[in-house]
């Protein structure tokens, strides 16, 4: 019966809005009109914002920063003092091919990146500088830093309480660590309550942020890029949705192997094009670094002052790398150790890679270019591809290609995310698993279609929403992640863990 109500509660606003499109000049504004009524509302409340200091603060920036400045406090600064260990571990020096999982410590970290790395690295940044100015960087790289601690805890919880079953595959991540953790408590129904909450919010976000966002904002670059592609999104979404589906019918495996390769290269592309931008223009990186600390703590031209600075830089922070979002969680519970530890230390280099690194260098390029122009109206991917264009035209054109790279990337990660939120929810099968691949695939298509602001919107509020769960699971729970963390490191001191190579 649960899943019964749980399936009509994802479907029937869909059937319905479909229906209610036959009578009106769109089916993509019809859809739009027929719940803007229904989602605007709970996107409001998510996204509930407090005026400071003449710049609106959202409420749900503040639990993220909050939890991620908690941790880092309460786990003695962890993402500092274990970094090294970090990139051991990411090398494979402890990993045992015998060990449970599916996937190895990098194809880990390389799957849950491409769900993170995405078009706020290049859009959101845009924003973040143009409204708060250079000193908006120095801000985002703090939050990001502090975010580190937020995704040790997680990914922790997520390989200690996942699921490991006879055919050698594993499904973790929140809905596990909340129902199996806070029952271990004594508290059970609340424990499950978060759970299935969270599993809701994923599988929305999966479908809306984590893919028609995507293929909707691919397809605007590809069309930019060849005008004969206008108004054939559906064109786009077919062929986009076949490959999506070719990776995905193969499970975490598939995925991991596609972005173990993915990430590297779009590190390279984008990276690399940032780099190149900033070694031509070297004699400007030495005051585009004074403007970042100088605009941090006493900016001219932005909104809200240093306050206003300090609000975008950790806005952008929070939305970029998902810390205590929970999402990344899902994907680290996959690999193989043999203690859950381990998958902290790797969880934690992914902020430090997604907003330290790919967000400072896109702050850097709009810096350094003089392309930052206050109250200008050019702001978001115009403002940074006008930064990369500066220099040389052809560089708007790898932007395009990395952005569409970024939105693949991040679609086929997500629909990992949604898949274990929906088998946590109407039970494990390959019938149940291939009935939400191929609805994922649909929603590719639609993505790409569509214009629906209120759909995305309200599917980005789901995805913060799994925050709310989640950091109250964390806090629960963070004892238990002190106590594996003394016992993994005196397995260390003992040589009961040891490197392998």
Known sequence: MLNRILASALVLPFMASLAHAQEGDGIDQAISNAIAPIVNPIVSTVFYSVPVFGTQFPLIVGWLVAAALIFTVYFGFIQFRGIGHSISLVKGDYLDPKDAGEVT?????????????????????????????????????????????????????????????????????????????????????????????????????????????????????????????????????????????????????????????????????YV??????????????????????????????????????????????????????????????????????????????????????????????????????????????????????????GFGYLLAIAAVLFAFSTMISWSYYGLKAWTYMFGEGKAKELVFKAIFCVFVVIGSSMSLGPVIDFSDAMIFAMAIANIIGLYMLMPKVKALLADYHQKLASGEIKKIK
């Open 105 to 269: 410590p990098f194809q880990a970290l390389a799957t849950a990146l491409s769900g993170t790395v995405g078009l706020g690295n290049i859009a959101g940044v845009g924003v973040a500088v143009y409204l708060g100015g250079p000193g908006a960087t120095f801000w985002m790289i703090l939050a990001g830093l502090l975010g580190m601690a937020s995704k040790f805890t997680e990914c922790i919880l997520g390989v200690r309480y996942r699921n490991e079953y006879e055919d050698g595959t594993v499904s973790g991540g929140p809905m596990y660590y909340l129902s199996k953790g806070l029952s271990e408590d004594g508290k059970a129904a609340f424990g499950k309550f978060l759970a299935i909450f969270f599993s809701i919010c994923c599988i929305g976000g999966a479908l809306g942020g984590g893919n028609m966002f995507q293929a909707n904002q691919s397809f605007a670059q590809i069309s930019g890029l060849f005008p004969v592609m206008e108004g054939k999104g559906w064109l786009f979404g077919i062929v986009m949705a076949a490959i999506v589906g070719a990776v995905i019918i193969g499970g975490i495996k598939s995925i991991a192997r596609v972005t173990e390769k993915i990430v590297p290269g779009m590190a390279i592309l």
């Open 272 to 393: 690399g094009s940032a780099l190149i931008i900033i070694i031509m223009n070297i004699g400007a990186v030495g005051d585009a670094f004074s403007a970042i600390i100088t605009g941090a703590f006493a900016p001219t031209a932005v909104a809200g002052g240093a306050i206003g600075a300090l609000i975008q830089g950790f806005k952008r922070a929070a939305f970029s790398n998902e810390a205590g979002i929970g999402s990344a969680s899902i994907a680290h519970s996959a690999v193989q150790t043999k203690h859950p530890v381990t998958e902290g230390y790797v969880a934690l280099l992914e902020p430090f890679i997604d907003t330290v690194v790919i967000c400072t260098m896109t702050s850097l390029v709009i810096i350094i270019t003089n392309s930052w122009v206050p109250d200008s109206g050019v702001t978001g991917i115009a403002l940074t591809s006008k930064a990369f264009e500066a220099n040389f035209s």
